[in-house]
């Protein structure tokens, strides 16, 4: 669906690409390929997408600004620290680290 999405847009020869979480709810290698299709479309055009994924920011993007209670807490590099992520995320990014699973033990 994802990728339908970004079709109609480039047909439409935007001024300006708007990608809203583009990559929510799919898996690994399928967010890879959005990612892929998007990275190339800002070098002729501006891209401004929701992410929340720092992985993929990192990966991807050339710039990250985060807001937190509608103030920006943070413009630069995608690459960011643990340090970073946790003033950004805070609280959030706790609760997820303590309930991640389990590793599977294969024998």
């Given at each position: 669906m994802q990728?339908?999405?970004?079709a109609r847009a480039i047909f439409q020869s935007?001024?300006?690409l708007l990608a809203d979480e583009p990559i929510s709810?799919?898996?690994p290698s399928n967010a890879k390929v959005i990612m892929k299709?998007?990275?190339p479309l800002s070098?002729?055009?501006?891209?401004?997408?929701?992410?929340h994924q720092p992985?993929?920011?990192?990966?991807?993007c050339t710039r990250v600004i985060a807001i937190k209670d509608g103030k920006i807490i943070y413009d630069g590099d995608p690459k960011l620290s643990?340090?970073?992520?946790v003033e950004i995320y805070g609280e959030e990014?706790?609760?997820l680290e303590q309930h991640e699973p389990p590793a599977l033990a294969i024998n």
């Open positions: 990728r339908v999405a970004i935007p001024a300006l709810n799919l898996d299709l998007i990275r070098e002729n055009i501006p891209v401004v997408g929701v992410f992985e993929m920011t990192a990966k991807y643990n340090d970073q992520l990014l706790h609760q």
